[in-house]
């Protein structure tokens, strides 16, 4: 489990996911509260963890390539982290 949630694997995953992910219906307005999200994801995933080169490379790649998948990708890095820390506890 540790192996499959590992940053890099992980993170790849998602790129593959995000290639092909096609949201349906209307976007929605992110409130306030995610913003807060995106700020302790960066922190937190981006500046304190280890992984923090793979989160860094996954998120700059989603901007660059796909700049409106930008709020998929930090949720997904969010996912990982929570993911990361149950099979750590496993």
């Given at each position: 489990m540790r192996r499959l949630y590992e940053p890099?694997?992980?993170?790849?995953?998602?790129r593959t996911f995000?290639?092909?992910?096609?949201?349906?219906?209307?976007?929605?307005?992110?409130?306030?509260?995610?913003?807060l999200a995106v700020w302790r994801s960066v922190w937190l995933l981006g500046v304190r963890q280890r992984g923090?080169?793979?989160?860094?490379?996954?998120?700059?790649s989603t901007l660059?390539?796909?700049p409106?998948?930008?709020?998929?990708?930090?949720?997904l890095?969010?996912?990982g982290h929570h993911y990361r820390r149950v099979a750590a506890d496993l």
């Open positions: 890099r694997t992980y993170y790849r995953r998602c995000l290639e092909s992910y096609r949201p349906g219906g209307p976007r929605v307005a992110r409130p306030l509260r995610d913003l923090r080169r793979a989160y860094w490379h996954f998120v700059l660059l390539r796909r409106w998948q930008i709020s998929h990708a930090i949720e890095s969010i996912f």
